[in-house]
């Protein structure tokens, strides 16, 4: 029902979750009827693990009422027909719209586009996408999209003079199903990372090792689902594949039906093992430096679906018994929508096979020394890089393993780290000679006083492993201090399940952190951490020089 190609509103009003749900407010700042949509959007909310307290505001086009400091979530829901004013006017008015909600709540802001088809339309869109890039925590809800897929089934004239909506049913069923599967979660919750997908009756009809690749079926809604996981990896997760199958075998099914559009290469991670496929799970997510419930796992195999969950708390599941229902469940499955894509997300997968061969390189040479010359290591530094904004908020907030605070930063904390005098975000990219690593690291700091707080270090995992650590937090701080006469640098920590490794650098640095919670504080030595860079082997750069740290 959840991911039907045809919805029936009486079937969704049915559905009545068995599961505990998250509950979070979402404020409707209207100037034509939500109801419509809301009224069914509680079944597709209740599957991604969410249920909405909705309040609405009056009918106003001149979006002059406030959100209110109630709000987790504000949904701006326009008909721009309903402005008689030239497009360009239309869109410098939304703007200042925009800057002013966006001056009255610190919640995120989704607004929906125009969905119509007109070169004043498409226009209008284009710079409201170029207005939402600007504010930090704005987002476009592509409604545009919902219109062009149903069509002329898209509105219903009939019905604007009773329900004051020109809305078909079924656009505000799909309405619905955008924003509890895919756009209100976005905003909600970190991502998933990574799709681990079976084999044998997901992939394809057939058993691989009874049938043999020549006798396995791939039918146009099997492909219809390799174009979508293709899809995803192109968006930066993960494709990985987990199957119950020889690997002799599957080498013999890339080699013998190069027909197939998902090839080995696709995958980051393939596991073919007889092992569970809990087991089969954790050698992936170990391989990628992931915990699984940062994973989809899709499987044609209930019971393999439900073992997997009560291993691994947190995975989400799909079970793949239609090779069509799950190929459209991919394109709104809650976790996998991503609203704003960073040049991060489009590094990261490429990534991955460089990190392989730094770590086979690391095990060939036993001179620490050697190893980081060999690499070519090189970090760049930035301060307030306003354009590396939601780089910065998904930092904090998907960053588990080397996160010192788990602030979980909003995109409107970071812009007051941005933006205000005494505050400071200092950003991180590592590249060496093998891949572009990206923006991998964040320092988030304030001064007061003579003292610099660090509130939080984010490191991404993927830049673990080479000690590079001291350097990028310290160099971090240095830019963070500037001019400032900082004597002593005070870190926050919060424990919590996962950051261990943060944990243990920061006590390393400067002593236990009581109760594993609280801050520690270091004298500031400039001195010493020009020693530090001496003997580190990479090069340390910012927009305006180059220097060789070794």
């Not at 979750?17 to 509950?23: D, K």
């Not at 919750?189 to 009874?210: C, M, Q, R």
Request: glycine fraction near 6%; include cysteine.
């Amino acid at each position: 029902m959840i991911f039907g190609e045809r919805l029936r509103r009486a079937d969704l009003l049915a559905l009545k979750p068995s599961w505990p749900l998250r509950t979070f407010r979402l404020k409707v700042i209207r100037n034509q009827p939500f109801e419509f949509v809301g009224s069914v959007l509680q079944a597709f909310l209740a599957y991604a693990g969410w249920q909405a307290q909705t309040s609405y505001s009056d009918y106003d086009d001149s979006l002059s009422l406030p959100a209110g400091p109630d709000a987790d979530v504000v949904l701006v829901w326009l008909d721009f027909e309903r402005f008689q004013i030239p497009a360009d006017e239309l869109a410098g008015w939304i703007d200042g719209r925009l800057a002013s909600l966006r001056n009255s709540t610190a919640a995120p802001v989704l607004i929906s586009d125009w969905p119509a088809e007109s070169e004043v339309s498409t226009g209008f869109n284009t710079a409201l996408r170029r207005f939402a890039d600007r504010l930090p925590g704005i987002y476009v809800a592509d409604q545009a999209a919902i219109a062009r897929a149903l069509g002329d089934g898209y509105v219903d004239r009939r019905t604007a003079r009773v329900a004051g909506t020109s809305l078909s049913d079924a656009a505000c069923l799909e309405t619905a199903r955008q924003l509890g599967l895919g756009w209100l979660p976005a905003v909600l919750e970190p991502g998933i990372k990574a799709v681990a997908v079976d084999f044998d009756g997901t992939l394809y009809s057939g058993v691989l090792g009874e049938d043999g690749p020549g006798g396995l079926t791939v039918t146009p809604a099997h492909e219809q689902l390799h174009r979508q996981l293709l899809a995803l990896r192109d968006r930066g997760i993960f494709l990985t594949g987990v199957t119950r199958n020889e690997p002799t075998d599957l080498d013999r099914l890339f080699t013998e039906r190069p027909d197939l559009a998902l090839h080995r290469e696709h995958f980051s991670s393939l596991v073919a093992s007889w092992d569970a496929k809990a087991d089969s799970l954790l050698r992936v997510a170990q391989e990628l430096r992931l915990n699984p419930d940062a994973f989809l796992l899709i499987d044609d195999n209930a019971g393999e679906l439900a073992s997997a969950a009560a291993a691994w708390p947190g995975l989400r599941c799909l079970h793949a018994a239609d090779a069509a229902v799950t190929a459209r469940a991919l394109h709104c499955y809650p976790g996998l929508m991503r609203l704003t894509t960073t040049a991060a997300d489009q590094l990261r997968v490429n990534d991955l096979a460089a990190t392989a061969a730094r770590e086979k390189a690391q095990r060939q040479d036993a001179d620490p020394g050697a190893y980081l010359r060999s690499l070519q290591i090189e970090l760049t530094f930035a301060v307030d890089a306003r354009d590396h904004q939601e780089r910065l908020h998904e930092l904090s907030i998907k960053t588990n393993q080397f996160n010192t605070g788990l602030l979980r930063l909003s995109p409107m904390d970071v812009a007051r780290y941005i933006d205000e005098p005494d505050r400071h975000v200092v950003s991180i990219a590592l590249r060496d000679r093998l891949s572009d690593s990206g923006l991998i690291g964040a320092v988030f700091t304030r001064l007061e006083g003579q003292r610099l707080i660090v509130d939080e270090v984010d490191i991404s995992c993927r830049a673990l492993g080479r000690g590079l650590e001291p350097v990028m937090i310290m160099e971090a701080v240095r830019r963070g201090i500037a001019e400032n006469p900082v004597t002593a640098v005070t870190f926050a920590f919060q424990a919590g399940p996962r950051n261990a490794p943060a944990r243990a650098w920061l006590e390393e640095l400067a002593g236990p952190v009581p109760d594993g919670t609280g801050t520690v504080s270091v004298a500031w030595d400039a001195s010493a951490l020009q020693r530090l860079l001496a003997s580190t082997l990479v090069r340390v750069r910012d927009d305006r020089v180059v220097g060789r740290a070794a």
